[in-house]
């Protein structure tokens, strides 16, 4: 509003008609919301000859003052301009974004702080035909309370947390988290898209890490040691909305379950020349198929526990990428096919695809893609049903990128070594792939579940509080009455571990470093 030269009528004299200027007024009620929205009768103008704008303060008398030329003091409230749309029979819709943490705020904005109480008015301004002054009115002043952030928790495994995509350094040395990874994409494409919504957000995502590692056990560094990478990821968050006073998380970004059934060590035996071939041994792939069956009770335990920690709002859930696709066709194309062996390409000491990989024979590759990888993702896929997640599908988007494609989407075991200096990286995403596979399916879920978020929230606080206890309460009981099959699951996850960890290298192929192996 312009200090100089206007007519403002004070929402007190206004008539009737007047204050039906304003309907359907919705202002920021939910978690993270910074839009409000309100339906302005134009009166014959245009929308390019309305100016709409929400005036708002702590202190209600400078709002209410605001409208009165002797009495307003442009230090004491704040203004918001608003942007009008869908302009139909005489009619608009004023929609304004209050700025926040990740919002600048205008000349006349000002952030103001979850959990402040906010007094507020919409106000229209135009100049009158024939009229040398502007004429603003105003809805009367109301009140409202400004939200707490969005909470969203990203847990997950090493190909959650960005395994074989380092960049310049760990976000966490120990968990191997890095800035690429496909979750920490979207959730930066998230925030910086959707600037109506004010967020926080904990990632605890770790390489290595098993569903039990969410909800049962602290993270060893190996299995079977004592030293922890980082305690119980769900703890870990509860912890976090504790420290922050926050209520409730509103949305879980995970994935998980690779690493119950051993699928990322058993791969890696392959590739990393382990004694015996994974299809022919049939003691370790009857684990890998006991725990495949077994992923259904542990997702539910996890749920039980998270929902008896916490006020939980949406679950979004992705499952594996194939990394087992590419083969080259010759002239810069490559073939849908799983990954087969090619004695002239790991002869030459350009090509990514080297003695090791070349290892794993066609039998091999084909055995994995079938009786882990599909049965692994149907496993997600049917958790996700039961549960009511909501499910990110990318099993297919590295369809010809895969580990067999040098130009493609995954590490080889010299390309992980090259670019993180361990085999950590080996048949994980590298940065492109991330970027590729994970980023914008997510981001799109991660739109889709907040606006369903938004939707289903309970505004009234002591109801909402209320269905909380009880839904926690239910979920303790669940978990407890199940105690029984969670410690028989860790220790047999643990004898699985220790029995994949001790086939590693019985034979060492000799020495490989950055030097000797090609990108």
């Given at each position: 509003?312009?200090?100089?030269?206007?007519?403002?009528v004070?929402?007190?004299?206004?008539?009737?008609?007047?204050?039906?200027?304003?309907?359907?007024?919705k202002?920021?009620?939910a978690?993270?919301?910074?839009?409000?929205?309100?339906t302005?009768?134009?009166?014959?103008?245009?929308?390019?000859?309305?100016k709409?704008?929400?005036?708002?303060?702590t202190?209600s008398?400078?709002?209410?003052?605001?409208?009165?030329?002797?009495?307003?003091?442009?230090?004491?409230?704040?203004?918001?301009?608003?942007?009008?749309?869908?302009?139909?029979?005489?009619?608009?819709?004023?929609?304004?974004?209050?700025p926040h943490?990740?919002?600048?705020?205008?000349?006349?904005?000002?952030v103001?702080?979850?959990?402040?109480?906010l007094?507020?008015?919409w106000?229209?301004?135009n100049?009158?035909?024939?009229?040398s002054?502007e004429?603003t009115?105003?809805?009367p002043?109301?009140?409202?309370?400004?939200?707490?952030p969005?909470t969203?928790?990203?847990?997950?495994?090493?190909?959650a947390s960005?395994?074989?995509a380092?960049?310049?350094?760990w976000l966490?040395e120990?968990?191997?988290?890095?800035?690429?990874?496909?979750?920490?994409?979207?959730?930066r494409?998230?925030?910086?898209?959707?600037?109506?919504i004010?967020?926080?957000y904990?990632?605890t995502?770790?390489s290595?890490a098993?569903?039990?590692?969410?909800f049962?056990?602290?993270?060893?560094?190996?299995?079977?040691?004592?030293?922890?990478?980082q305690?119980?990821?769900?703890?870990?968050?509860?912890?976090?909305?504790?420290?922050?006073?926050?209520?409730?998380?509103?949305?879980?970004?995970?994935?998980?379950?690779g690493?119950?059934?051993g699928?990322?060590?058993?791969?890696?035996?392959?590739?990393?020349?382990?004694?015996k071939?994974v299809?022919?041994?049939?003691?370790?792939?009857?684990d890998?198929?006991?725990?495949?069956?077994?992923?259904?009770?542990?997702?539910?335990l996890?749920?039980n526990?998270?929902e008896s920690k916490?006020?939980?709002?949406?679950?979004?859930w992705f499952?594996?990428?194939?990394?087992?696709?590419?083969?080259?066709?010759?002239?810069?194309?490559?073939d849908?096919?799983?990954?087969?062996?090619d004695?002239?390409?790991?002869?030459?000491?350009?090509?990514?695809?080297?003695?090791?990989?070349?290892?794993?024979?066609?039998q091999?590759?084909?055995?994995?893609?079938?009786?882990?990888?599909?049965?692994?993702?149907?496993?997600?896929?049917?958790?996700?049903?039961?549960?009511?997640w909501?499910f990110?599908?990318?099993?297919?988007?590295?369809l010809?990128?895969?580990?067999?494609?040098c130009?493609?989407y995954f590490?080889?075991?010299?390309?992980?070594?090259?670019?993180?200096g361990?085999?950590?990286?080996?048949?994980?995403p590298?940065?492109?792939?991330?970027?590729?596979?994970y980023?914008?399916?997510?981001?799109n879920?991660?739109?889709?579940?907040v606006?369903?978020?938004?939707t289903?929230y309970?505004a009234?606080?002591?109801?909402?509080?209320?269905?909380?206890?009880?839904?926690?309460a239910?979920?303790?009981?669940?978990?407890?009455?199940k105690?029984?099959?969670l410690t028989?699951?860790?220790?047999?996850?643990?004898?699985l571990?220790?029995?994949?960890?001790?086939?590693?290298?019985?034979?060492p192929?000799?020495?490989?470093?950055p030097?000797?192996?090609?990108?």
């Amino acid at each position: 509003m312009k200090k100089t030269n206007v007519l403002l009528v004070s929402s007190f004299l206004l008539s009737n008609a007047l204050l039906a200027q304003f309907s359907a007024i919705k202002m920021p009620m939910a978690p993270g919301v910074r839009k409000a929205t309100a339906t302005v009768n134009l009166n014959g103008l245009s929308t390019s000859q309305a100016k709409v704008s929400v005036v708002y303060g702590t202190d209600s008398m400078a709002v209410v003052n605001a409208f009165n030329m002797q009495r307003r003091d442009p230090s004491k409230y704040f203004e918001s301009p608003a942007t009008l749309s869908n302009a139909t029979n005489g009619t608009a819709m004023a929609t304004v974004i209050f700025p926040h943490k990740d919002k600048a705020a205008g000349r006349r904005e000002r952030v103001f702080n979850p959990g402040t109480k906010l007094f507020y008015a919409w106000a229209r301004t135009n100049t009158p035909a024939g009229a040398s002054s502007e004429l603003t009115l105003n809805s009367p002043v109301r009140s409202f309370t400004m939200p707490r952030p969005l909470t969203i928790a990203y847990l997950g495994d090493s190909y959650a947390s960005g395994e074989g995509a380092k960049g310049q350094a760990w976000l966490n040395e120990a968990c191997h988290r890095s800035a690429n990874s496909g979750g920490e994409l979207a959730i930066r494409k998230f925030k910086r898209e959707r600037t109506d919504i004010e967020m926080d957000y904990i990632n605890t995502t770790c390489s290595g890490a098993r569903l039990l590692d969410f909800f049962a056990v602290a993270q060893p560094v190996e299995p079977g040691k004592t030293p922890v990478k980082q305690g119980i990821q769900v703890d870990i968050v509860a912890s976090w909305l504790s420290r922050n006073n926050y209520d409730g998380l509103d949305i879980i970004l995970a994935d998980g379950g690779g690493n119950d059934v051993g699928f990322a060590s058993v791969v890696s035996a392959g590739l990393l020349s382990f004694l015996k071939e994974v299809r022919e041994d049939a003691q370790l792939m009857g684990d890998v198929r006991r725990e495949l069956n077994r992923l259904p009770e542990t997702y539910s335990l996890f749920k039980n526990y998270l929902e008896s920690k916490m006020e939980v709002g949406r679950v979004i859930w992705f499952n594996y990428p194939n990394p087992m696709t590419g083969n080259p066709l010759g002239g810069g194309r490559y073939d849908a096919n799983i990954c087969k062996q090619d004695n002239i390409r790991a002869a030459n000491p350009l090509d990514c695809w080297g003695p090791l990989e070349n290892q794993m024979s066609n039998q091999d590759w084909q055995f994995v893609h079938d009786n882990i990888f599909l049965v692994l993702n149907q496993r997600v896929a049917e958790a996700a049903a039961a549960h009511g997640w909501d499910f990110v599908n990318i099993a297919n988007r590295a369809l010809r990128n895969g580990i067999c494609n040098c130009e493609g989407y995954f590490n080889t075991l010299g390309q992980s070594i090259l670019s993180q200096g361990d085999h950590n990286g080996t048949m994980h995403p590298n940065a492109t792939g991330f970027r590729e596979i994970y980023r914008d399916p997510i981001y799109n879920q991660l739109n889709s579940s907040v606006d369903r978020f938004h939707t289903d929230y309970i505004a009234d606080a002591r109801a909402r509080a209320i269905e909380a206890a009880k839904q926690r309460a239910r979920a303790a009981a669940a978990f407890k009455a199940k105690m029984s099959q969670l410690t028989q699951i860790v220790s047999e996850q643990s004898k699985l571990s220790s029995r994949i960890n001790g086939l590693r290298l019985l034979k060492p192929q000799p020495a490989l470093t950055p030097k000797t192996l090609k990108q």
